[in-house]
Nanobody, 116 residues
Framework: QVQLVESGGGLVQAGGSLRLSCAASRSTFRINDMGWYRQAPGKQREWVAGISRGGTTNYADSVKDRFTISRDNFKNTVYLQMNSLKPEDTAVYFC??????????WGQGTQVTVSS
């Protein structure tokens, strides 16, 4: 089992940057895939980016070349660096961790609002 706590959200103008953090309650050395999802008002939650235990990263087309996911297993933390933010990036961002074969855990979310 793992608890995830996101932080770093806020209000930013279009073109700006934010860095989200996701702190895990246990060592992330033993956590397989970790990732970020987002949910905008009235829309379904969508996958944004993922990083494997080995460090392989993947991104949704909508954020590729703007967002960077990373993990620091010594700090038990996953990050999402978001650059060139757009109003359509406005959403609640959730951290996700997969333990074992397919047991998934979620954080409570952090709000990101991008003004035009």
């Amino acid at each position: 089992q793992v608890q995830l706590v996101e932080s770093g959200g806020g209000l930013v103008q279009a073109g700006g940057s934010l860095r989200l953090s996701c702190a895990a309650s246990r060592s992330t050395f033993r956590i397989n895939d970790m990732g970020w999802y987002r949910q905008a008002p009235g829309k379904q939650r969508e996958w944004v980016a993922g990083i494997s235990r080995g460090g392989t990263t993947n991104y949704a087309d909508s954020v590729k070349d703007r967002f960077t996911i990373s993990r620091d297993n010594f700090k038990n933390t996953v990050y999402l660096q978001m650059n060139s933010l757009k109003p359509e990036d406005t959403a609640v961002y959730f951290c996700n961790a997969v333990l074992g074969i397919a047991t998934s855990y979620w954080g409570q979310g952090t709000q990101v609002t991008v003004s035009s």
